[in-house]
RNA sequence: GUCCCCAUCGUCUAGAGGCCUAGGACACCUGGUUUUCAUCCAGGCAACAGGGGUUCGAAACCCCUUGGGGACGCCA
């Protein structure tokens, strides 16, 4: 049997996801217990989303967590390079050899037309999807239209009939029918790959031999299967994992959940207690013992161990586990340093001194003014809340339109936060002084504290994240028929 | 709506036809240890979604129903 190879291939458009990183745990234990590699691979191709900052703090995630790869970013690896934005050209030879066996073809129809289209077969109750417009083109009339540098994406052709049928490693076979596969859009009007066209290309030349990913992407598996056999290529074994879940049992989403392991760092937890508990997620030791590491666990790995039902992250059971770290794996000397370098780390304590120096007496008063820095979010009462002009309502407003407005800031730093929530008070026809009441005492617990803007800064956008949503919980939440009026004034906000 | 996937305590799960009166862990409750609390220890509560088959025997295999989730983008 050839070396088997599994990659994690994140893409660099957001904070880094626990869902990433379970992804990634399975793949790499599944490639490491069968002597294999593992790779990483960063899939940016949306030029829109994609960032620098993204794509470095999921390498710094995924580090953090010890999942380490054999080939990719910072790596090398002899079938790079590994950034998708890297590959262009590997990208036009191959969409070049579908067009020219007629897998595939230019498609030149607006977006306005598309969606009519789907609201049409909406309302049709048809099934919605590409209608074909574009093949009925000839040949010289594309090639014109090409010539003329007409905006134009690629998409694939699908059977009309028949099904396709796959040998999941998990799920064994499953049949989807081609009448439900839409004609995908390969390469995007901008001339970059979609996701479907780039990863099985990639997939290829990289020799990956096991998909393992997100249950998510079942339905996509045809087309991808399709390419594989336009090309002529073995189809790698796929394997689907089930997809981790909030505790009202949707797909885990930043909505209702901390889904970005950097919060988790902030919050101070371990990241092998981190790395533990997603391992406990969907499978288990065959010894049935709940405490192990990585290395532990690409020993003893598995897949068939894998149960299919989509576990619910409980933060209840992190929260044992990682206690039971604390207590049972780190000695009194290490467990000072870590809880140093996490409290105290230099960057932090650099910005957070300027703000306590000003306003202490004595270095006894530091520690209740600051300690919401490094303290679990504060304990809030709807009494702390009472307000001379603000009504509880017009708080929440304040609280969710605030985090509506930090979440939107493409940069974050004290500049942009401030411009921001300044412009919000404004628009909200607010003093400023007013306006900042509920978010000293979501942030801080406090309603005199230092300064809520720097504070923000500080904290970053996750833990500001769940401090604002706790406040809105502790003030009475946030009903749906409310949710939908707040979101309509705060569209009309500008 | 259409298609796909899934289904054991509230939660994570064990379970490969007889070892199942369904086991462990979190959470919760009770008691013990501890100057308090936490830890730790002992105990308790709590589940095979429903209905049909197959079988001598079903939590396990098959079918239907129900429930949950996902997909249906020039996002991944």
Do not use: C, R
């Given at each position: 049997m050839s070396e088997i190879r599994t990659r994690i291939a994140p893409s660099p458009t957001g904070d880094p996801h626990v869902g990433t990183a379970y992804i990634a745990l399975f793949n790499r234990c599944f490639a490491h217990h069968h002597g294999g590699k593992f790779i990483l691979r960063i899939e940016d191709t949306d030029q829109v989303r994609s960032t620098d900052q993204?794509?470095?703090?999921?390498?710094?995630?995924?580090?953090?967590?010890?999942?380490?790869w054999d080939e990719g970013p910072g790596i090398g690896g002899e079938y790079g390079p590994y950034k998708q934005s890297e590959r262009g050209e590997i990208y036009d030879q191959h969409i070049k050899q579908l067009l020219d066996t007629g897998s595939a073809f230019p498609c030149f129809c607006t977006s306005h037309r598309l969606d009519d289209l789907r609201k049409q077969q909406m309302s049709d109750k048809a099934a919605v999807g590409y209608d074909g417009h574009c093949l009925q083109l000839g040949p010289e009339a594309v090639a014109a239209r090409v010539a003329a540098g007409e905006e134009h994406v690629i998409r694939m052709k699908i059977p009309k009939e028949g099904e396709c049928t796959f040998d999941d490693m998990l799920r064994g076979p499953v049949s989807i029918s081609?009448?439900?596969?839409?004609?995908?859009?390969?390469?995007?009007?901008?001339?970059?790959?979609?996701?479907?066209?780039?990863?099985?290309?990639?997939?290829?030349l990289m020799r990956i031999s096991h998909v393992i990913r997100g249950e998510e992407w079942i339905n996509s598996a045809p087309k991808h299967i399709l390419l594989y056999q336009y090309f002529g290529w073995d189809v790698p074994v796929l394997c689907h994992m089930p997809l981790l879940r909030n505790p009202d049992k949707s797909k885990l989403s930043k909505r209702k959940n901390p889904t970005s392991i950097g919060y988790y760092q902030a919050m101070g937890y371990l990241p092998e207690a981190m790395l533990n508990y997603l391992g406990m997620m969907g499978w288990t030791m065959p010894t049935g013992e709940e405490m192990f590491n990585l290395q532990e666990m690409t020993h003893s790995f598995d897949i068939n161990r894998v149960s299919l039902g989509g576990p619910i992250f409980d933060i209840q059971k992190l929260d044992w586990l990682n206690g039971k770290y604390i207590r049972e794996s780190l000695d009194d000397q290490q467990f000072a340093k870590l809880f140093a370098e996490w409290a105290f780390s230099a960057d932090k304590i650099q910005r957070i001194v300027p703000l306590l120096k000003q306003r202490v007496e004595r270095f006894c008063d530091v520690a209740e003014l600051g300690s919401f820095f490094i303290s679990a979010n504060p304990t809030l009462s709807i009494e702390l809340f009472e307000h001379k002009v603000l009504t509880i309502e017009a708080q929440i407003k304040i609280l969710q339109f605030s985090l509506w407005h930090l979440e939107a800031l493409e940069v974050w730093n004290r500049e942009f936060i401030e411009s921001s929530l300044q412009g919000l008070a404004g628009q909200l026809d607010l003093k400023i002084r007013d306006f900042l009441s509920p978010l000293f005492l979501a942030i801080s617990g406090k309603a005199v504290s230092t300064s809520v803007i720097e504070s923000i800064d500080i904290l970053k956008l996750d833990i500001t994240r769940a401090r604002l949503r706790a406040a809105i919980d502790v003030l009475g939440g946030i009903s749906k028929k409310m949710a939908k009026n707040l979101e309509r004034e705060y569209r009309s906000l500008d």
């Open positions: 993204s794509e470095k703090d999921i390498l710094e995630a995924l580090g953090w967590l010890g999942l380490s081609w009448s439900q596969v839409d004609m995908q859009v390969l390469i995007k009007s901008d001339g970059k790959p979609t996701y479907h066209f780039a990863n099985v290309v990639d997939d290829h």
